[in-house]
Every structure is written in structure tokens, then in C-alpha cells.
């Protein structure tokens, strides 16, 4: 197996110099995981899928308005262990023939004064039967894993906040799986989501009148 590469130094963002918008949130929803094919007639003992991991929009949005650059910590038998990616589409594609979990790290742009965030993705090359177990055939539709989240800004940086709320969405380039992946479909649980928020709010909202009583 190959020397897994030290992860890049974590620099904590200076926000000595932000401004901070108060009682303000900004959120930015992603999706990631894996999507891996059966290599076939192809197919040897070390290759036996195709699988790419990644990071996209919901709508395969471009998100480098907010994110500087996606590390991905492939496992280290792999060449060049970790890939990292400054522009859209964040993406990496290899070959192989066994699952691991694959470590992303998301940075944000430089004004945002946010530290990075660290997501895991499993990479899954066969799909699971209703008892939970592996089903190792031979499948022609790809297995797709994946996860979708909310990048969360509490209390974020006025001209951060403006500059993403006055940009224009825009498509990130196309490539062989976004036709695969599609466009999410997230209103249960966007649902579920804001109900939770609304919950946290008015609990909030309790204990500072609490609080605002005992001063």
C-alpha cells in the first residue's frame, strides 16, 4: 500500500476584521456521496468497479461563490491519496475493488471567515438487501450513495452574507454522472428541517426571556 499523505495544515480563518450580522443565518444545502458502476466484461480481480465521489448542489448548483476548495481522502493504497479541488465539479473518479469510507473536507472562501468543515462519505459498490446484507452480483444501474446537508453560517459576515445572497445561480459543468444523479428532491425533508428550526426558535426565544427575568 502506498504512505498516506499527512491532511493539509487546518488554518483557523482570522475574523478579527468581520462584521458580523446578528440573529442572522445563512444557509447553503449540498449533497455528496459515491456512485459506482460494475466494470462488466472489464471487470478484473483489483478493478471490478468504476466509482466516483463528490460534492455537488441539489440542482447541480455552483457552489465556488461559497466554497474555495473539497478535499477528498481517498484510502492510502491509492495514488496520490488525497486529491484536492478548487473549482467545480468536485470530483474524483478511480477504479477498485473494495469500499472505505472517503474522508471530504470542505473550505469556504476566505471572506466567510469560517473554519473548514469535514464530511464522510462510504463508498458503496454493491446495494443492500432489506436485511441490511451485501447483494454481490453482477448490476448494471450504478449504486448511488448519497447525503444531503445544509451548511449552516450562524451570525455571518454582513459583506459575505451580501455577496451571497446577490449571486446569481448558475450551472456547475456537466459530467458523466450528472445525468445519473439528477436534481434532488428534498421536500420532506427540507420539511422536516424547518419544523425542527421553527422548535429550536421558539425554545431559544424561551430561555432568553428566562434569562432577560433573572437579570
Same mark, same amino acid.
Given at each position: 500500500?502506498?504512505? &498516506?499523505?499527512p491532511a493539509e495544515?487546518?488554518k483557523?480563518? &482570522?475574523d478579527?476584521?468581520?462584521?458580523?450580522?446578528?440573529?442572522?443565518?445563512?444557509v447553503?444545502p449540498? *449533497?455528496?456521496?459515491? *456512485?459506482?458502476?460494475?466494470?462488466?466484461?472489464?471487470a478484473?480481480?483489483?478493478h =471490478?468497479?468504476?466509482?466516483?465521489v463528490?460534492?455537488?448542489g441539489?440542482?447541480?448548483e455552483?457552489?465556488?461563490?461559497?466554497?474555495?476548495?473539497?478535499?477528498f481522502?481517498?484510502?492510502? =493504497?491509492f495514488?496520490e491519496?488525497q486529491?484536492t479541488l478548487?473549482k467545480?465539479?468536485? /470530483?474524483?473518479?478511480?477504479?477498485?475493488?473494495?469500499?472505505?469510507?472517503i474522508?471530504?473536507t470542505?473550505?469556504? =472562501? &476566505? +471572506?466567510?471567515g469560517?473554519k473548514?468543515?469535514d464530511? =464522510?462519505?462510504?463508498?458503496?459498490?454493491y446495494?443492500?438487501?432489506? +436485511?441490511?446484507?451485501?447483494?454481490k452480483?453482477e448490476?448494471?444501474?450504478?449504486?448511488?450513495?448519497e447525503?444531503?446537508?445544509?451548511?449552516v453560517?450562524?451570525?455571518?459576515d454582513?459583506?459575505?452574507?451580501?455577496r451571497?445572497?446577490?449571486?446569481?445561480?448558475?450551472q456547475?459543468?456537466?459530467?458523466e454522472?450528472t445525468?445519473?444523479?439528477?436534481?434532488?428532491? &428534498?421536500? +420532506?425533508?427540507?420539511?422536516?428541517i424547518?419544523?425542527?428550526?421553527?422548535v429550536?426558535? /421558539?425554545?431559544?426565544s424561551?430561555?432568553?426571556a428566562?434569562?432577560?427575568?433573572?437579570?
Amino acid at each position: 500500500m502506498a504512505e &498516506d499523505k499527512p491532511a493539509e495544515d487546518a488554518k483557523t480563518p &482570522d475574523d478579527s476584521n468581520l462584521k458580523r450580522k446578528k440573529d442572522t443565518e445563512l444557509v447553503v444545502p449540498i *449533497c455528496y456521496g459515491t *456512485c459506482a458502476y460494475w466494470l462488466g466484461k472489464k471487470a478484473d480481480e483489483y478493478h =471490478s468497479h468504476k466509482w466516483t465521489v463528490y460534492l455537488r448542489g441539489p440542482e447541480n448548483e455552483d457552489l465556488s461563490h461559497v466554497i474555495s476548495k473539497v478535499v477528498f481522502n481517498l484510502h492510502p =493504497s491509492f495514488k496520490e491519496a488525497q486529491r484536492t479541488l478548487e473549482k467545480p465539479p468536485y /470530483e474524483v473518479t478511480e477504479t477498485g475493488w473494495g469500499e472505505f469510507e472517503i474522508g471530504i473536507t470542505v473550505h469556504f =472562501s &476566505d +471572506d466567510s471567515g469560517e473554519k473548514s468543515v469535514d464530511l =464522510s462519505a462510504p463508498l458503496k459498490l454493491y446495494e443492500e438487501s432489506a +436485511d441490511g446484507k451485501q447483494e454481490k452480483k453482477e448490476q448494471k444501474k450504478p449504486v448511488i450513495k448519497e447525503k444531503y446537508e445544509e451548511m449552516v453560517f450562524h451570525e455571518p459576515d454582513e459583506s459575505f452574507l451580501k455577496r451571497v445572497k446577490s449571486h446569481k445561480t448558475k450551472q456547475a459543468p456537466t459530467t458523466e454522472i450528472t445525468p445519473v444523479l439528477g436534481k434532488r428532491d &428534498d421536500t +420532506d425533508e427540507l420539511l422536516r428541517i424547518a419544523t425542527a428550526r421553527k422548535v429550536v426558535a /421558539e425554545r431559544v426565544s424561551v430561555l432568553k426571556a428566562q434569562l432577560d427575568a433573572l437579570t
